[in-house]
């Protein structure tokens, strides 16, 4: 039996290492520890071991069953190996960089953003920033717009609960906290914060009850820009968008501005822009955005004296001017976060 035992485990050392095949391996298994095994058959032997033999023998057994299925487990570790290779190709050197990501680049509504406030810093213009969630007073009441404008309705202005607590978010009185609709709230927290004179930048997301499309969307940013001193006129007002959309859209830009309505300037004007250098939208007015003279009742609600006071303001859609220049014809491009877009502004 001894012998017997011996003879298996060197037919399994020596077989085992020459089998490829995993039906090969079931086959082999099965002539060694199947029902009709050989190991399996001294096994059996055992109930005609005497009795005082037994314990000896059954050691031996056990020894001689460890080491074959040690060897089974190495063989099959083996075949897997193999059949996992195969199945992935080629040999793969995980310490190469993967061939199909990039790395990172700024989204192109960032990068927008960064050359509009590019333009504007070289002439003297900081950033100010406010809140996203902001209170009716701010974003119109102290901006001259009356109780019953239609910018106020709930069907354009996105009105926070009633009991919503903002703590970091002041108010000026009891009034709704809502989302703001426009940055123009940041002149006006700006303005109670600092002294004239003042020449500052607010870019931002905004929020609308719009339903989205092509071209609207329900949250979008803008560019305010808003300038305070001395004696300023229409003419510094023409001449800062002047400069911006030669700076943004290249030279032979021109501006146009369209006699309009808004609540904090007066007079008001819709700004637009032609360029010879868009392709096909080239030498066409397109709009981008509102401006005007700040209406003295804005200076009075923020404590600054109208009549020594003066200023213009104006304000443009982030997205629209990416979409220029890009010639994107689809605002939602921007929101979807699909790389095939992403990587056109690598
Ligand atoms: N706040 C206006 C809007 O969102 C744009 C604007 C800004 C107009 C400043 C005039 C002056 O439509």
Not at 122 to 128: E, L, P, R, S, Y
Not at 202 to 207: D, E, K
């Amino acid at each position: 039996m001894k012998e017997e035992l011996a003879a298996i485990v060197l037919e399994v050392e020596s077989t085992a290492p020459g089998i490829a095949r995993r039906a090969d391996f079931e086959a082999f298994k099965a002539t060694i520890s199947g029902p009709n095994g050989k190991l399996t058959a001294v096994m059996k032997g055992m109930k005609n071991v005497p009795k005082e033999d037994k314990p000896a023998m059954g050691q031996l057994i056990n020894q001689a069953k460890q080491q074959v299925e040690a060897y089974y487990a190495e063989t099959l570790e083996r075949i897997e190996a193999t059949e996992l290779a195969a199945k992935l190709g080629p040999a793969i050197d995980p310490t190469l960089p993967s061939p199909d990501i990039g790395p990172g680049s700024l989204h192109p509504l960032t990068q927008t953003r960064r050359r509009m406030e590019e333009a504007f810093r070289k002439v003297g213009f900081t950033v100010a920033e406010g809140p996203e969630v902001e209170t009716e007073w701010f974003c119109f009441d102290a901006l001259n717009t009356p109780e019953d404008h239609p910018a106020r309705d709930a069907q354009d202005t996105l009105f926070m609960p009633a009991d919503a607590a903002i703590e970091n978010v002041s108010k000026r009185g009891d009034e709704r906290y809502i989302l703001r609709s426009h940055t123009s709230t940041v002149q006006i927290r700006t303005m109670l914060k600092e002294k004239p004179p003042l020449r500052i930048i607010s870019p931002g997301r905004v929020f609308r009850r719009d339903t989205t499309d092509a071209t609207h969307s329900a949250n979008f940013h803008q560019m305010e820009g808003l300038y305070v001193d001395k004696n300023v006129t229409i003419v510094d007002l023409k001449a800062i968008l002047d400069y911006f959309v030669a700076e943004i859209f290249g030279k032979g830009s021109e501006v146009r501005l369209r006699p309009s309505f808004f609540p904090f300037t007066e007079p008001s004007f819709e700004l637009d822009m032609k360029t010879p250098n868009l392709g096909k939208l080239s030498n066409q007015w397109i709009e981008l955005g509102g401006c005007g003279m700040v209406d003295p009742n804005v200076f009075k609600s923020v404590g600054y004296d109208p009549q020594e006071w003066s200023g213009y303001a104006f304000g443009m859609g982030i997205e629209r001017i990416a979409m220029i220049v890009h010639g994107i014809d689809d605002i939602r491009y921007f929101y979807q976060n699909d790389l095939r877009f992403l990587q056109q502004f690598a």
